[in-house]
């Protein structure tokens, strides 16, 4: 089993797959670095939703375990679970004219109790979540009258107002323009920067390689290579993995790999 | 820092005021109640007594006010004791009473559901209820307690069904609105059956009690009914923090913590209970547990999700408006209450079946 203090979530030989089909994943072993912003990336259909929602304890898997700090999620109370991990999947549904702030308010569902529904704890964690996210100005406003790019910042804002110190996100720029995503982004980088760990699956090879500080990448169930952006966005990975033939330069003002499909 | 304060505002302008809201803590506890939520409760909860004491001094013989208070005091006339204590009071509570159990049956099941067809008349509870006493009538089972066992099981068993039909990897609320519709199309062509193969005893009291009805309504079963949905109504507020979960999809209530599964069966036994305790009682009165959580959330300034007290209260103005009406538009005859929930109920249904048609 790999593990080390500083590897806070990990998932080993995972096998996992939906009712009677063969596996999505099949003997899968990854791990997510404490204060690490991890993208997950590969194909379509390549499992990497999956491994994200078995990480979340969203899907059982069929054989191995993920652990958090060391400790079986499985054998985990749910509800203690939710103290330490927030996952934040690809569409969540957002009742009927409910405003910014009552949704946000929801995060704090695994802090509260019959009793306590609005401890000065929720009211800072949620005050301070919709100031992270820049949607503080926006606390009454209903949430189906927002613009993609303002909801999924209201999303994020119910996962920090769960206060974990791990967040995974599925596909969290999906759907959004190119500035929204690049805003979602450091936006996330902001929260590994202020010591949250980070796991996103993403879709976009230079923004992934951009803000990632590790990278997984998956290919038919598989996990094909691990490692920093600079090691894994190159030329022979991306045919390996995609089948693109590309050229892979480096950015002049970040110094990140970018790949130039050919 | 002057630019983005312009911009707040002129972001928050026009669609939406701010909310004010009351925090209160005590101790552990700790609440926050928006202070409009319960400005709309106070106004619903006076309307409430003024259809109450209306029922009251409405009939034969209209009572002025002071009369009907003197009713209840131990120096009243034994006629007018009679007349309000015993005929009228139980009757004007019971709809009270009821259209609150149906209001957070229809909101219960809404919520479970994600949308305002779900609600427990629609998908076939009711009907499922009605079989349950039609079985209990059949090996001749009398009085308000064989009734609402019967009751309770029909709706239980029939909510089972739906929910086996209706479940693929998870309970998707449109599924189980379309299995619950056909579910109950087939319960009600057997109930139907049932009224017409049996002997004529047993077809009638079925029938006089399946229009709905409150007419001659007595204290006890009242009582009972009203005590076991009190005993229920407990369990609402540790349900309710489950289904605010529940409402952002299965994934993220998961992801919150909330047990997905267990909370959608305690949610789906308390709905059945509460509609099922009303149908033992009056028989099956349809459209309050649709319309009454709908109206509820629309008249509520500052939108959002599940209000259950809200629907309750709702739901207590709707059936006890509803009876008043059965009971008073045609001074000759008295029109089951059911019947009059069905004929505002069905404009209602046709409106909300063209807008989600739209939506859609």
């Known amino acids: 089993m790999i593990e080390s203090p500083s590897e806070r979530l990990v998932g080993d030989r995972l096998k996992v797959g939906y009712k009677d089909t063969s596996l999505v994943l099949d003997d899968v072993t990854v791990s997510v670095p404490e204060g690490s912003f991890t993208v997950i990336l590969g194909p379509n259909a390549c499992g990497k939703s999956t491994i994200l929602r078995t990480l979340g304890r969203l899907l059982k898997p069929r054989a191995g375990v993920v652990t958090l700090d060391g400790q079986d999620i499985a054998r985990m109370k749910t509800r203690e679970l939710a103290k330490s991990l927030a996952l934040l999947p690809q569409s969540p549904s957002v009742p009927e004219g409910i405003s910014v702030q009552n949704l946000v308010a929801r995060g704090r569902f695994p802090h509260q109790s019959l009793m306590s529904q609005w401890s000065p704890e929720d009211e800072g964690a949620i005050t301070e979540a919709m100031r992270v996210t820049a949607v503080d100005h926006l606390a009454h406003r209903p949430v189906d009258t927002l613009s993609g790019g303002q909801r999924q910042r209201v999303w994020i804002s119910l996962v920090l107002a769960q206060e974990t110190g791990l967040l995974l996100l599925d596909e969290p720029t999906t759907y959004l323009d190119v500035t929204h995503q690049v805003e979602i982004l450091k936006l996330l980088e902001r929260l590994r920067a202020s010591g949250r760990t980070v796991v996103a699956v993403l879709h976009e090879l230079n923004q992934a390689a951009r803000f990632a500080t590790d990278m997984v990448t998956m290919k038919d169930g598989k996990v094909v290579a691990v490692g920093t952006p600079e090691e894994i966005i190159t030329e022979e990975n991306m045919r390996a993995i995609y089948g693109l033939e590309s050229r892979v330069i480096e950015d002049p003002d970040t110094g990140k790999p970018v790949v130039l499909p050919r | ?360």
């Open chain 2, 1 to 360: 820092m002057s630019a983005p304060a312009v911009h707040r505002r002129s972001e928050s302008a026009g669609t939406s005021r701010e909310p004010r809201y009351l925090s209160l803590r005590l101790g552990r506890l700790s609440r926050r109640i928006a202070l409009s939520h319960l400005v709309t409760a106070a106004i619903l909860g006076v309307v409430g007594v003024v259809i109450l004491f209306t029922a009251l001094s409405l009939g034969d013989t209209i009572l002025p006010l002071d009369r009907v208070l003197g009713a209840f005091m131990p120096e009243a006339s034994r006629l007018d004791h009679k007349v309000v204590v015993e005929w009228r009071a139980p009757r004007a509570l019971a709809a009270l009473v009821f259209g609150a159990c149906l209001g957070v049956s229809g909101a219960l099941f809404q919520s479970l559901t994600s949308n305002a067809l779900g609600s427990p008349d629609i998908i076939g509870l009711n009907t499922g209820a009605y079989s349950g006493v039609l079985l209990v009538i059949t090996f001749g089972g009398t009085g308000y307690l064989a009734y609402a066992a019967g009751a309770v099981a029909g709706g239980l068993v029939t909510a089972a069904i739906i929910y086996l039909l209706a479940y693929s990897r998870g309970l998707q609320g449109f599924r189980l609105i379309i299995v619950g519709i056909a579910v109950s199309a087939m319960l009600s062509s057997a109930n139907t059956w049932f009224i017409v193969k049996a002997d004529l005893d047993l077809a009638l009291r079925a029938a006089v009690w399946g229009a709905g009805t409150l007419n001659g309504l007595r204290w006890e079963p009242l009582l009972w009914a009203g005590g076991v949905a009190l005993v229920v109504a407990l369990l609402l507020p540790w349900l309710n923090r489950r289904v605010g979960g529940l409402e952002l999809g299965d994934d993220t209530a998961t992801m919150l913590g909330v047990r997905v599964e267990s909370s959608k069966l305690a949610l789906v036994v308390i709905g059945v209970i509460m509609t099922a305790l009303v149908t033992a009682v009056t028989g099956p009165i349809s459209f309050i547990a649709l319309a009454a959580p709908q109206i509820a959330q629309r008249i509520r300034p500052n939108g959002g999700s599940l209000d259950l007290l809200g629907s309750a209260l709702m739901g207590m103005i709707l059936l006890a408006g509803a009876d008043l009406v059965a009971q008073h538009l045609i001074p000759a005859a008295s029109v089951p209450v059911g019947a009059v929930t069905v004929c505002i109920g069905g404009l209602y249904l046709v409106w909300l079946l063209i807008r989600e048609g739209r939506r859609a």
